[in-house]
């Protein structure tokens, strides 16, 4: 289930799951989105992108959907596995500008 | 993909003196280049955005005397915080921007820990 921690969400999922993260985007006029994981200690890994032109976008085991009307995008991750635990940052940009980036939340995978 | 090297990953200094990270783009050309700080459990804060061959813009709050961004060359930037405090203890990421695509990709990060 889903649940507040002191600054982070927490989803807490069993391997072999489909996992549904989620994100609340604040700029309307924010044209590219990306999602990245980050393992502790570590630097944000690009993991996939979407345009706003665009409202789904797949790649290996991961999906990303996009909704502008209630500027909501999400990550889908197929088949959880113990090695995807990790926080997840959603993250905006329009144009060249600088990325937004999101809360984060905590993914954690039980085997 | 494209690959962003930071130096060093962990970095211990005595409250007083200066420390430099540096930020390299391994295979790609960076005209951008971004200096974040991140705290435990927290997301990244912007701290200011490196351009080559000029001057850095800092986001509001960030004192530009305290860490100084120099951007040279289009491989590398360089943030270097000066008389460290240990509130200055953080994570500090860099991300670098390709020219084609808009992509923007990160470094490992460095630990800074002041004593």
């Known amino acids: 289930g889903e649940s507040v921690g002191l600054h982070l969400p927490t989803l807490s999922v069993q391997e072999g799951d489909n996992s549904i993260i989620n994100c609340a985007y604040s700029n309307s006029a924010s044209d590219y989105f990306i999602w990245y994981k980050q393992e502790s200690g570590k630097g944000p890994q690009f993991i996939i992108d979407i345009r706003s032109n665009m409202d789904k976008r797949q790649g290996q085991r991961v999906t990303v959907l996009l909704n502008k009307t209630v500027k909501h995008l999400s990550l889908q991750i197929a088949a959880t596995q113990p090695g995807d635990s990790a926080v997840y940052f959603c993250a905006e940009n329009r144009g060249y500008s600088t990325l937004t980036f999101g809360k984060g939340t905590m993914l954690l995978v039980s085997p | 993909g494209a690959v962003v090297s930071q130096h060093p990953s962990r970095v211990i200094c005595k409250s007083g003196t200066s420390v430099k990270i540096e930020c390299r783009s391994l295979?790609?050309?960076?005209?951008?280049m971004f200096w974040y700080r991140q705290f435990p459990k927290q997301s990244l804060m912007l701290m200011a955005t490196s351009n080559e061959g000029s001057k850095a813009t800092y986001e509001q709050g960030v004192e530009k005397d305290k860490f100084l961004i120099n951007h040279a060359s289009l491989t590398l930037s360089t943030l270097t915080v000066t008389s460290a405090h240990p509130e200055d203890s953080s994570f500090y990421i860099c991300?670098?921007?390709?020219?084609?695509?808009?992509?923007?990709?990160f470094g490992e990060g460095s630990w800074l820990t002041v004593v």
């Open positions: 991300s670098a921007r390709t020219g084609e695509g808009n992509t923007i990709y």
């Open positions: 295979d790609f050309q960076a005209t951008t």
